[in-house]
């Protein structure tokens, strides 16, 4: 009787969990109509980089150029085909993904990337074309929307834009060292963005989707006839190509680091936020 009456003050001073709204909702839904666009543009595209697997630096790109990467097949004396990736001088070995892979009856056939990440999943060239740009433009109205939104609003001054005291090396350096370990902000803490965060979103929002609309748009015929600037920006349309397919890569990249990070902090606190907006936090035990 006694252990349970001095056990009784410690059970109410926990922590108590709090709900607060956390995303406004301009930005849950441009934040889902995003991850819509970049999936079907990232398999519509390497429907379209299957054409010609090959990326080249300049004005020119054809078989008889030397590419700066590339994604094909050679045919041994058996009669069996082996994938490889070559970058510069150096050749990778990638049967059974890049450049030799199975179609859907089966049999290995040369082919950039395989069917399962290509928008069709069938050799179509005018197909993947028309969804890419499609949700190209979808992709762009979108961003425009968020971006309009975010002035207005204030979101991204106030949620993204670094204070100079966040800038300095050593709240970075101790930012990093809490990623390394695998500690999250917890308390009112959670409800900001850190330093690494708004650094990675800035890069890509106003680093790398910028390059990657304008990049795209240098490669249209018809687009370099009316800004034709966009040529000379990017040194040639197969330059444009190449940043292009390595922006589109980076921002793969971010998207697996922040699904990452959503699996670590909480993928159901974290999702609730982005659907719903309400996000339950637990204040920092103080002066227990």
Known sequence: MTEIQEAAP???SWPQRRVVHRHALLTRVTHWINL?????LLMSG?????AHPALYWGQYGADADHPLLEIGANETAGGQLTGFLKIGSATLPTTGVLGASRNADGDVVER?????ITLPGFRDLSLGRRWHFFFAWLFVANLLVYYVGGLASGHLRRDLL???EQLRPKSLLHDIADHLRLRFPRGEAALRYN???KLAYLGVIGVL???MILSGLTMSPGMDAILPWLVDLFAGRQSARTIHFIA?????LFIFVHVAMVLLAGPVNELRSMITGKFAIVPEAQDE
């Open 195 to 197: 330093p690494l965060q």
């Open 36 to 40: 819509l666009c970049v999936i079907v």
């Open 248 to 252: 589109a890569n980076l921002i793969v």
């Open 10 to 12: 410690a059970l109410s």
């Open 209 to 211: 989707l910028p390059v």
């Open 162 to 164: 670094p204070s100079s």
């Open 46 to 50: 390497l429907q379209i980089f299957n």
């Open 112 to 116: 950039g990337f395989p069917r399962w």
